[in-house]
């Protein structure tokens, strides 16, 4: 016993020595760093005017370095508490000032009291000292895993001492991989992009016996199909909240309220999870200690960061994400590195689209304007603060987690999906994934993490750039309507768009979007990915292929014989659904498994899916999907300007992925298919259920029920 206890405490003060010989190691890099810098910036000095020594310069650069530390590691946390409502955003850009501040505090506290700095100097000085001082750390603890432990048992503290002892059960995160199909993924684990997954599935693995076998697996990969609308705002409110019903595509407009509604506008993302919620009885996936990081939905979490819903709120302790801002704001080289590689991406971006232009890549589209910041919050801000947050939950203990990142959808949308540009963002989303399990091996219980898409993407060109005129324009010629040459555009990247509205709390309108048109005889025509939405706002109740004859003869006709147009929905008074096509083509719905007709080359469940739609109260009057070739690389013509596109049938965008551990029961049964994100939520609840134990009885759900 008297050994095993003194070589408790020599491993205890072999620890202390590494941690104070890591802490002087930074300290000197900072004196050395602060050195520097005041013999580059001029209005940064160590000494009076009349000149001082080499030695009392050297002095007053260490305690000046070693104030700053102590400064930056006392009050900052306590500065960060103080400014928990601030917005993400802004206090990401307040870092940087009050960094300076303490940095002008820490050399007025330096004895000699001959060093000075400008306000504005003071924040470059704060911030390449706080980035080289975190770089050295990390370099200093890279091989060291004690000092990793208990840095992430430091943050597990700060959390469990206002909570109870974590439960023994284990704890599930949902990582959403926003638009990353399936066979995408098998894709980047095939050219070792992402190794973290490849590790999970056995492939590309050693067995840690070294006896050359691959690993054994401890994920399965399993696709599923979504709904017509294949995109985030229906799949998420259906997987969180168990019901997408009535969501046609990602903006629609709705006769009885005269308004169109988008599925990133915060106000209309809150009714849509109000919707849901009466029609399922049920507050959402998360309602169990659940928290939701970079959703467009709750899914009825107690803890949210950077959730679209409910970002109309006022702000309020239900909803200040002390969890995910707090724990990557406490410290600042946080904030100095994630600005950094925000700068460094906006450059990426702006690199790869002139490389683009100059070697005159088809398809483009264009990637200027505000884009390359929209890009650089996606891929940087938005991952960094997410997972982040995420980290804090799982060392919090809390039993369920979803979490969105949407770096790799908003690079395809521009890029392609099967870029270059989008397979460097799967590389650092595997390296998201390898932290998040490292970090569950320090959590207070045990986790299992499940990985899924809402939706893949699909690549082509846009339906303009083949045509020479977009789908309003199609409409309004087909209406016998005068069309217009200037060309309009409709925003892309809407994800990331409303994670930047999410963090601001701003609920800012995409331009080119009235949200309540007056009425009017002129259609209203809406894309979504490649699908599209033709409504007549002046007719209350949804136009009958016989009254749009009656009123547009030409229309009809001159949409479904366009080559870039595969088919249209409308209602029959005759037969009900009606999808017409190309060459006179019109199939009833209820004879579409006999003669899918135009649907034929979308593959199974397409009928399916138009049936489901054309129940929906707010379907359009005319659903309109583009044409889809599979024998070209299974290209779309998306009527948004984007060459990755979702939202519509085609291709790769309506296949998606869920990774989940082998340590769940299996997703769907032998011959049987994973069909919308409905289904998905379902076989979610099923697994928390699972987590809490056999003393549990699996009753089903309300939406199980229902279904």
Same mark, same amino acid.
């Given at each position: 016993?008297?050994?095993?206890?003194?070589?408790?405490?020599?491993?205890?003060?072999?620890?202390?020595?590494?941690?104070?010989?890591?802490?002087?190691?930074?300290?000197?890099? &900072?004196?050395?760093?602060?050195?520097?810098?005041?013999?580059?910036?001029?209005?940064?000095?160590?000494?009076?005017? /009349?000149?001082?020594?080499?030695?009392?310069?050297?002095?007053?650069?260490?305690?000046?370095?070693?104030?700053?530390?102590?400064?930056?590691?006392?009050?900052?946390?306590?500065?960060?508490?103080?400014?928990?409502?601030?917005?993400?955003?802004?206090?990401?850009?307040?870092?940087?000032?009050?960094?300076?501040?303490?940095?002008?505090?820490?050399?007025?506290?330096?004895?000699?009291?001959?060093?000075?700095?400008?306000?504005?100097?003071?924040?470059?000085?704060?911030?390449?000292? &706080?980035?080289?001082?975190?770089?050295?750390?990390?370099?200093?603890?890279?091989?060291?895993?004690?000092?990793?432990?208990?840095?992430?048992?430091?943050?597990?503290?700060?959390?469990?001492?206002?909570?109870?002892? +974590?439960?023994?059960?284990?704890?599930?995160?949902?990582? $959403?991989?926003?638009?990353?199909?399936?066979?995408?993924?098998?894709?980047?684990?095939?050219?070792?992009?992402?190794?973290?997954?490849?590790?999970?599935?056995?492939?590309?693995?050693?067995?840690?016996?070294?006896?050359?076998?691959?690993?054994?697996?401890?994920?399965?990969?399993?696709?599923? !199909?979504?709904?017509?609308?294949?995109?985030?705002?229906?799949?998420?409110?259906?997987?969180?909240?168990?019901?997408?019903?009535?969501?046609?595509?990602?903006?629609?407009?709705?006769?009885?309220?005269?308004?169109?509604?988008?599925?990133?506008?915060?106000?209309?993302?809150?009714?849509?999870?109000?919707?849901?919620?009466?029609?399922?009885?049920?507050?959402?996936?998360?309602?169990?200690?659940?928290?939701?990081? +970079?959703?467009?939905?709750?899914?009825?979490?107690?803890? $949210?960061?950077?959730?679209?819903?409910?970002?109309?709120?006022?702000?309020?302790?239900?909803?200040?994400?002390?969890?995910?801002?707090?724990?990557?704001?406490?410290?600042?080289?946080?904030?100095?590195?994630?600005?950094?590689?925000?700068?460094?991406? @906006?450059?990426?971006?702006?690199? $790869?689209?002139?490389?683009?232009?100059?070697?005159?890549?088809?398809?483009?589209?264009? !990637?200027?304007?505000?884009?390359?910041?929209?890009?650089?919050?996606?891929?940087?801000?938005?991952? /960094?603060?997410?997972?982040?947050?995420?980290?804090?939950?799982?060392?919090?203990?809390?039993?369920?987690?979803?979490?969105?990142?949407?770096?790799?959808?908003?690079?395809? %949308?521009?890029?392609?999906?099967?870029?270059?540009?989008?397979?460097?963002?799967?590389?650092?989303?595997?390296?998201?994934?390898?932290?998040?399990?490292?970090?569950?091996? %320090?959590?207070?219980?045990?986790?299992?993490?499940?990985?899924?898409?809402?939706?893949?993407?699909?690549?082509?060109?846009?339906?303009?750039?083949?045509?020479?005129?977009?789908?309003?324009?199609?409409?309004?010629?087909?209406?016998?309507?005068?069309?217009?040459?200037?060309?309009?555009?409709?925003?892309?990247?809407?994800?990331?768009?409303?994670?930047?509205?999410? =963090?601001?709390?701003?609920?800012?309108?995409?331009?080119?979007?009235?949200?309540?048109?007056?009425?009017?005889?002129?259609?209203?025509?809406?894309?979504?990915?490649?699908?599209?939405?033709?409504?007549?706002?002046?007719?209350?109740?949804?136009?009958?292929?016989?009254?749009?004859? =009656?009123? %547009?003869?030409?229309?009809?006709?001159?949409?479904?014989?366009?080559? +870039?147009?595969?088919?249209?929905?409308?209602? &029959?008074?005759? %037969?009900?659904?009606?999808?017409?096509?190309?060459?006179?083509?019109?199939?009833?719905?209820? !004879?579409?498994?006999?003669?899918?007709?135009?649907?034929? @080359?979308?593959?199974?469940?397409?009928?399916?899916?138009?049936?489901?739609?054309?129940?929906?109260?707010?379907?359009?009057?005319?659903?309109?999907?583009?044409?889809?070739?599979?024998?070209?690389?299974?290209?779309?013509?998306?009527?948004?300007? $984007?060459?990755?596109?979702?939202?519509?049938? +085609?291709?790769?965008?309506?296949?998606?992925?869920?990774?989940?551990?082998?340590?769940?029961?299996?997703?769907?049964?032998?011959?049987?298919?994973?069909?919308?994100?409905?289904?998905?939520?379902?076989?979610?609840?099923?697994?928390?259920?699972?987590?809490?134990?056999?003393?549990?009885?699996?009753?089903?759900?309300?939406?199980?029920?229902?279904?």
């Amino acid at each position: 016993m008297g050994t095993g206890r003194w070589a408790v405490r020599d491993g205890r003060w072999r620890r202390v020595a590494s941690q104070v010989g890591r802490s002087v190691t930074v300290w000197a890099v &900072s004196t050395v760093t602060m050195l520097v810098l005041a013999g580059v910036l001029p209005d940064f000095q160590l000494q009076s005017a /009349d000149g001082d020594s080499a030695t009392s310069i050297a002095m007053t650069a260490a305690l000046g370095a070693g104030a700053f530390g102590l400064l930056s590691a006392l009050v900052w946390p306590l500065l960060v508490r103080l400014l928990l409502l601030v917005p993400a955003l802004v206090l990401g850009l307040l870092v940087f000032f009050l960094n300076g501040s303490l940095l002008i505090v820490a050399l007025r506290l330096v004895p000699s009291g001959d060093s000075e700095a400008a306000p504005e100097t003071a924040v470059i000085v704060a911030a390449v000292m &706080s980035a080289v001082a975190s770089a050295t750390g990390a370099a200093l603890a890279v091989r060291d895993d004690d000092a990793y432990r208990r840095r992430l048992y430091r943050l597990a503290d700060r959390r469990r001492r206002a909570l109870p002892p +974590g439960p023994s059960s284990p704890g599930t995160v949902f990582v $959403q991989l926003d638009g990353v199909g399936h066979d995408v993924l098998l894709a980047a684990v095939g050219k070792d992009l992402m190794p973290t997954v490849a590790r999970w599935l056995g492939e590309g693995a050693q067995d840690p016996a070294g006896l050359g076998r691959p690993a054994r697996p401890t994920h399965r990969l399993t696709p599923w !199909r979504t709904d017509w609308s294949s995109q985030t705002g229906a799949s998420q409110l259906g997987i969180l909240h168990g019901s997408n019903q009535d969501v046609p595509a990602f903006r629609w407009y709705e006769k009885a309220g005269r308004e169109v509604m988008v599925c990133n506008r915060p106000a209309n993302a809150a009714e849509l999870q109000r919707r849901a919620i009466d029609r399922t009885g049920d507050g959402g996936l998360l309602a169990a200690d659940g928290a939701s990081r +970079g959703n467009l939905f709750s899914g009825g979490a107690g803890e $949210q960061a950077l959730v679209l819903s409910i970002a109309t709120r006022r702000r309020g302790r239900e909803n200040r994400s002390r969890a995910g801002y707090f724990a990557y704001f406490s410290d600042p080289a946080n904030a100095v590195r994630t600005a950094l590689s925000f700068v460094a991406e @906006v450059g990426r971006e702006i690199g $790869q689209s002139t490389r683009t232009r100059a070697r005159k890549v088809r398809p483009r589209v264009s !990637r200027g304007g505000l884009y390359p910041f929209v890009r650089a919050f996606a891929t940087v801000v938005e991952r /960094d603060v997410v997972v982040a947050a995420v980290m804090g939950d799982m060392l919090a203990g809390r039993t369920a987690v979803y979490a969105d990142l949407v770096a790799y959808d908003e690079v395809a %949308h521009h890029s392609g999906p099967g870029s270059r540009d989008a397979e460097k963002v799967l590389a650092r989303l595997d390296r998201s994934l390898a932290l998040i399990e490292n970090v569950a091996e %320090h959590a207070p219980r045990p986790y299992r993490i499940v990985v899924l898409s809402d939706h893949g993407q699909s690549p082509g060109e846009t339906f303009r750039s083949r045509y020479g005129l977009g789908l309003g324009d199609l409409v309004r010629a087909g209406s016998g309507l005068a069309v217009s040459r200037r060309a309009r555009r409709t925003h892309s990247g809407a994800e990331a768009r409303a994670a930047v509205r999410a =963090a601001l709390r701003r609920p800012v309108e995409e331009g080119g979007e009235q949200r309540r048109p007056s009425r009017r005889s002129e259609p209203i025509v809406l894309a979504s990915g490649n699908l599209g939405l033709v409504s007549f706002p002046d007719v209350p109740h949804r136009m009958t292929r016989e009254e749009i004859d =009656a009123r %547009h003869p030409a229309l009809l006709t001159t949409l479904a014989n366009h080559p +870039g147009v595969g088919f249209l929905l409308v209602r &029959s008074e005759e %037969h009900g659904g009606l999808v017409l096509g190309a060459y006179g083509a019109e199939i009833p719905l209820g !004879r579409l498994d006999e003669d899918p007709g135009p649907l034929k @080359v979308f593959g199974p469940g397409a009928a399916d899916a138009v049936r489901r739609t054309h129940s929906f109260p707010n379907a359009a009057d005319i659903m309109v999907n583009s044409a889809y070739d599979p024998a070209e690389g299974g290209e779309v013509l998306a009527f948004e300007e $984007q060459i990755g596109s979702h939202g519509g049938l +085609g291709g790769a965008q309506g296949k998606p992925f869920l990774l989940s551990p082998l340590a769940f029961s299996v997703p769907v049964g032998d011959g049987e298919d994973l069909v919308g994100a409905e289904h998905v939520h379902r076989v979610l609840r099923r697994w928390l259920r699972e987590s809490n134990g056999p003393q549990v009885p699996l009753a089903a759900e309300p939406e199980e029920r229902a279904a």
